[in-house]
């Protein structure tokens, strides 16, 4: 069974932005989020599909942001 990321373009991936920050996204492979460390927000992917809201996200914790600055997979190019 495919995960959720997998169904979705990595070039459609690159195109978004956090809608709080304008910053870029880093994709968070073990929750399967697109998650921005400027705004400290992590937005979920349902059926394959990111949910770009910032109702829908969830607040980030200091070890989130710690654990994906280790070993991120950037979407796109300004942090």
């Given at each position: 069974m495919m995960n959720k990321a997998q169904n979705i373009n990595a070039d459609l991936l690159s195109l978004l932005v956090c809608p709080v920050s304008l910053s870029s996204l880093v994709y968070d492979k073990g929750r399967d989020e697109l998650v921005s460390l400027r705004s400290r927000l992590a937005f979920p992917i349902q059926?394959?599909?990111?949910?770009?809201?910032?109702?829908?996200?969830?607040?980030?914790?200091?070890?989130?942001?710690?654990?994906?600055?280790?070993?991120?997979v950037w979407l796109g190019n300004d942090i």
């Open positions: 059926d394959g599909v990111p949910i770009m809201l910032s109702e829908a996200a969830r607040p980030i914790s200091d070890d989130d942001v710690k654990r994906l600055r280790l070993a991120p």
